[in-house]
């Protein structure tokens, strides 16, 4: 039978539809060959610098060392790691694409713990360089895997979005986690640690499945820790290879599914860092529409077990 | 340049993303030509009625007057104008399929106006029906139109879903309503009645692109009158002609799109009932789940003056 669940804190909710449940591989689809642009045709690529607007932070290795550089009139900074531009098509003023590496096929769940472990210092780098301009009260950090999950350049890019207020959604948070007696965060830490619903644990991080998940195979990160952001003094201990394990172990069980992952974090506040890995697996339809409750047809347990087994290689 | 825009009563946000703007010909796909199933396979279609589990009310003509009849064990009714049965994988208890038609091929926006009028009259009749089971609080009526927009089999339906719980969707605007000197709905239909913004207009409704359009081509639909829900007294002169008259334009401008509409309503209280028509033109992706702020590139000014200017037959 159905479930009806409430999230951990907020007044959200879910349905587990059991009788519609489907087993781990009902959601494994034949993905079409990824098509391989000519390099001249992704203005994202090495040797198309041109094709954007001038880049505000080019991540490059010079004598070995990592530097970081920009674009100057008409001199494109070349043979880049990470590139940081703004969108040509901003959603708002500032809107930035953070292109993750020079190589068009290769994807976060493949890199290297070096490549990851720079790009989340690049995210880090880019909220702080945003953040100090004045009137931007939050930083989106998102990424959109794949078409069906709105990433319309299959270059390898996260986005970064400088709003003039805080989100409503994290807004809510904030309010209910003033009231509360001490972080909700944390009692989620330790409510899911060692539990059916875990999927990686370190010293530093816990991977599961949340108990109200909205979607199939829905994932949460949090730092064990209490800290409020991708910035803060320690954050980026085992952030990026324990984000990289996570999504290359979706992308093994699922056959690389279109994903989001999103990073919701408030500077210098009571907020509790949490990144959210939702796999776009199912349409919000009518229901959803009408009452923001949303039926998934995949327990959070059962996704949690598959992906606990998935032994993906923990290093490239 | 883009422009952020609040809701007209609560703590929401969309982004007019004017940089990223379209013309509404570019919304239109070729749509695949719709299959068309053999009968003995659609499930909805008649002469299948054994599929289904038994059919809890059946509309259907006995000497040229409307009656409402029940399946009966192993004898199911024929020969029937609407067909309202339980999914037979529900969502939740009591999750109600409504076959809108016998014809396979015939949706809401080319029914004539005895068709739709009937149609709404089943939505009333269903919802009063569910109402009375001791602890539903909300009875969720919504259509999914088309693969895009979470329709999985093609046969025109209709769903609803009695809730033990009024949806937080629901919940929240009533508390802004309740802390309101008077009804911010009626507000808005004097806001938008004769506006560059309205769509349709008669003595009972008006149909409009909201302000705050989330999504392109979104549109509101209210009664002029307070009126709380499908239910009440008078709410369905003119309520069917008027969202087929709607939906007739839609599919005119935009090449029979997928969408979803929902009934937002509440028996008893000081709720304004609505009814949103949302297309599925667009992909809500990690921006919009990390803020709950959508980027929507069709202005809803171009979108009413679009769907205005389609002379839609108003009767078929």
Tied chains: 1, 2.
């Excluded at 959603?91 to 990851?116: C, N, Q, R, V, Y």
């Excluded at 360089?129 to 299959?154: M, W």
């Amino acid at each position: 039978m159905s479930e009806i669940r409430k999230h951990y804190f907020l007044e959200k909710y879910c349905i587990i539809a059991r009788a519609r449940a489907k087993r781990p591989t009902d959601f494994v689809k034949e993905r079409e060959p990824k098509p391989k642009p000519k390099p001249e045709t992704c203005s994202f690529c090495p040797g198309n610098e041109d094709l954007t607007p001038a880049a505000t932070a080019v991540y490059k290795y010079e004598s070995n060392k990592l530097t970081i550089q920009k674009d100057e009139d008409n001199k494109q900074v070349k043979n880049w790691e990470v590139r940081c531009f703004p969108n040509r098509y901003p959603a708002l003023p500032g809107h930035e694409i953070i292109a993750e590496t020079p190589d068009h096929e290769k994807h976060p769940s493949d890199f290297t713990d070096d490549e990851i472990t720079r790009l989340m210092q690049v995210y880090s780098d880019r909220t702080t360089h945003h953040l100090k301009n004045t009137g931007t009260e939050y930083v989106s950090l998102f990424r959109n895997h794949g078409r069906d999950a709105g990433a319309s350049l299959s270059h390898p890019h996260t986005q970064l979005m400088p709003m003039p207020l805080v989100p409503p959604l994290i807004m809510q948070e904030l309010t209910a986690i003033k009231e509360a007696d001490r972080c909700p965060y944390c009692d989620i830490v330790e409510q899911e640690s060692g539990g059916e619903r875990a999927i990686i644990e370190n010293d530093h991080w816990i991977v599961f499945a949340p108990h109200c998940s909205r979607s199939p195979f829905e994932m949460w990160m949090l730092p064990k820790k209490h800290i409020s952001s991708i910035t803060a003094p320690g954050c980026l201990t085992s952030l990026g290879t324990t984000l990289r394990d996570t999504l290359l172990k979706l992308k093994t069980l699922l056959n690389n599914p279109p994903y989001n992952y999103m990073f919701f974090q408030m500077d210098n506040s009571s907020y509790h860092l949490n990144i959210r890995i939702e796999p776009k697996l199912s349409i919000a339809a009518g229901f959803e529409k009408n009452t923001d409750v949303y039926i998934n047809t995949m327990p959070p347990e059962d996704a949690a077990r598959s992906l606990r087994e998935i032994n993906a290689p923990l290093k490239i």
